[in-house]
C-alpha cells in the first residue's frame, strides 16, 4: 500500500524539521540541561511542524541511546513512538475528544506511574477546541503535573487558548517556512522518489502552499500520479486552478489602461478554463500586492523569479503608489465578500468593470492636469507682457480656477441636487464648503473642525460618487472628490446663517411634523 509522501517523510530527528531554528535550538538546549518543563504551547500555522517537533522532543525524552540530543531512531522506545504504539506518549485530538468527560478520563490516566520509557508525555492537538469545562479541569493538573509527566499542547489559533493555561507552559511560535526552505525540501523528496519536476513548478507549489511545508509535499505527491512524466508548471496550474502569471500580467494591464472589454473577455476565458472566479481575485491581489511592494523599492523580499519581478516593475510605473493601494484594499474586500456570496462570478465582472472605470476616470484626470499645466505654460509665454498690464489674464485662462469658480458659485445648487437624493448626504454635505482644486486636479472639500463625523459619511463610496456626479451635472468636467478637516477655517456667520439647516428642512428631508 501506497505511503503518503508527507507521512513517508516526516520528520525524525530534530535536524530533519525545517524552518524552526530558534526552536529546535531551545528544546536541545532544554534536554542538554536537563531542563525539561512540564508544559509547553506550540503555536502556528497548519504544515509548520508542530506535531512533529512534538513526536521528535517525545522520542528525545525517552530514547535509551540517545545520540548527544537527537534521539536515535532505532531503540524500543523509538520505534514505538513512531508507530504510535507507545503506552507512555499518548496524542489526543482535541477536535474530538473536547469534553469534561474526556479530560477528566486524562486526568484519571496522569495519576499512574509510566510503564516504559522515562516521561509521560501527552501531545493534544488543536487543543483550542476543548470547551471552558475542560480547560478547567485540566488547570489544576498544569498547575501541579505528576513528575515526569510532559504536556505538550498545539494550536493553530493560540488566542483562542485561555490566559491561564498558556501562561502556564513555555509558548513556541512556529512561523511559516520560507519558499526557498520549501523548494529546497521538494527536490531532496523528488530525488529519492525519482520524481521530475521543473523549477519553475517548485517554486509555483511552494507560493500556492503559504508557508505549509505539509501541504506542499501533499501537493507534490498528487502531482506526480497526476504527470506520468516531468511536472511542469503547467501541470500545477491544472491541479490547483490557479491562473497563469501571463494572464494575470495582462489583466492587470487591461486594469490599468481601463480596457473593460479587454477585461471582461480574459476573465471569461480563463474561467472557461478552470480557473474558479475567487481565485482570480486572490491572484490579482497578489500580484498588485507584489506591485506596491516593487513600488516602494523591497522588491529583495519578494520570492518570486527576477523575470516576473522585472515585469512587475515595468508595469507599476503607469500607477501611482496610492493608486495600487487603493486597488489593493478594493480586491482585498472583494476576496473576503466572495467567500460567502450566491454567485461568485457575477461579483468578479462587477469589480473588474468598476476597477477599470476607477483607472479609467484617474487618466482623464492626468490627462486634464497635463493638458491644464501645458496651456497655462503656453499662456505664460504668449502674454508675458499682457500680464504685466493685466495680472488677472493668467487666472481667467485657468481652467482648474474657472472649474473651481463655477463648483462655488453654484454649491448651492448642488446641495439641493445631493438632498433629493441623500438625505444624511445632504446634512453632512451642508457642514462643508469647496477649498480649492489641488495640483492632482482633485476637490479638496473642508470641513469645519469638529465635524469628522460628516466627513465619513461624505467620504463613504455611495455618497462620493453622488456627488461627484452632481459636481459633473453642474460643471461638465469629471472631478475627483476629497474630503479634509479645516484646522484654522474661519467660517463668515453669515455662510453659517445661509447653510444652517431650518426646523422646515428637517421636516422635509425625514418627511416628519414638529409634535412639541
Not at 152 to 172: D, G, H, N, Y
Amino acid at each position: 500500500m501506497h505511503i503518503s509522501l508527507y507521512r513517508k517523510y516526516r520528520s525524525k530527528n530534530f535536524d530533519e524539521i525545517i524552518g524552526q531554528a530558534p526552536i529546535i535550538t531551545t528544546l536541545k538546549n532544554a534536554i542538554k540541561s536537563g531542563k525539561i518543563s512540564h508544559a509547553y504551547l506550540f503555536s502556528g500555522p497548519r504544515g509548520t511542524g508542530k506535531t512533529s517537533t512534538a513526536r521528535v522532543f517525545a522520542k528525545a525524552l525517552n530514547c535509551s541511546n540517545r545520540n548527544g540530543v537527537n534521539p536515535c531512531d532505532k531503540c524500543e522506545q523509538c520505534k514505538k513512538i513512531t508507530l504510535g504504539t507507545a503506552v507512555n506518549v499518548i496524542e489526543i485530538d482535541a477536535a474530538s475528544n473536547r469534553k469534561i468527560e474526556d479530560i477528566r478520563d486524562l486526568k484519571d490516566k496522569i495519576a499512574y506511574k509510566t510503564l516504559e520509557g522515562i516521561y509521560k508525555v501527552y501531545i493534544i492537538d488543536e487543543v483550542h477546541m476543548l470547551t471552558n469545562e475542560a480547560f478547567n479541569a485540566i488547570l489544576k493538573t498544569l498547575e501541579e503535573p505528576p513528575a515526569n509527566t510532559v504536556f505538550i499542547l498545539a494550536t493553530t489559533e493560540p488566542q483562542k487558548v485561555p490566559i491561564t493555561i498558556a501562561s502556564r507552559c513555555q509558548r513556541f511560535d512556529f512561523g511559516r517556512i520560507s519558499s526557498r526552505e520549501i523548494i529546497n525540501h521538494l527536490k531532496k523528496i523528488a530525488k529519492e522518489e525519482k520524481i521530475k519536476i521543473g523549477e519553475a513548478a517548485l517554486e509555483s507549489i511552494s507560493r500556492a502552499c503559504e508557508g505549509s511545508l505539509r501541504d506542499a509535499i501533499s501537493l507534490l505527491d498528487q502531482l506526480s500520479s497526476f504527470c506520468t512524466d516531468e511536472i511542469k508548471i503547467e501541470n500545477v496550474i491544472e491541479v490547483l486552478g490557479t491562473s497563469e502569471p501571463q494572464f494575470i500580467f495582462d489583466l492587470a494591464q487591461s486594469l490599468i489602461q481601463g480596457d473593460e472589454k479587454k477585461a471582461v473577455s480574459l476573465t471569461d476565458k480563463a474561467i472557461l478554463e478552470g480557473v474558479p472566479s475567487p481565485q482570480i481575485i486572490k491572484d490579482l491581489l497578489w500580484h498588485f500586492r507584489n506591485m506596491l511592494v516593487v513600488k516602494i523599492g523591497s522588491e529583495e523580499i519578494l520570492e518570486i523569479p527576477k523575470e516576473q519581478i522585472d515585469l512587475i516593475k515595468s508595469q507599476s510605473k503607469q500607477l501611482q503608489s496610492n493608486e495600487i493601494k487603493e486597488i489593493v484594499k478594493k480586491l482585498s474586500s472583494i476576496d473576503s465578500e466572495m467567500r460567502y456570496h450566491s454567485s461568485p462570478r457575477l461579483l468578479l465582472d462587477i469589480t473588474i468593470v468598476d476597477l477599470c472605470s476607477r483607472n479609467a476616470k484617474s487618466q482623464k484626470i492626468s490627462e486634464i492636469k497635463l493638458n491644464a499645466t501645458e496651456n497655462n505654460f503656453n499662456n505664460k509665454i504668449e502674454s508675458k507682457e499682457e500680464t504685466k498690464e493685466n495680472p488677472t489674464i493668467e487666472n481667467s485662462t485657468n481652467p482648474t480656477t474657472d472649474v473651481f469658480t463655477t463648483i462655488k458659485a453654484n454649491w448651492k445648487e448642488i446641495l439641493e441636487k445631493i438632498k433629493s437624493k441623500s438625505p444624511f448626504g445632504y446634512v453632512s454635505l451642508s457642514e462643508a464648503e469647496p477649498y480649492q482644486i489641488d495640483k492632482n486636479g482633485r476637490l479638496i472639500i473642508s470641513f469645519k473642525k469638529g465635524f469628522s463625523f460628516h466627513k465619513s459619511r461624505i467620504e463613504e463610496p455611495q455618497n462620493k460618487t453622488l456627488l461627484e456626479e452632481c459636481i459633473k451635472s453642474i460643471s461638465g468636467k469629471e472631478i475627483s472628490v476629497s474630503c479634509i478637516i479645516s484646522e484654522t477655517q474661519q467660517t463668515n456667520p453669515k455662510t453659517i446663517q445661509s447653510q444652517s439647516i431650518s426646523v422646515s428642512d428637517l421636516e422635509e428631508i425625514f418627511d416628519g411634523n414638529v409634535i412639541a
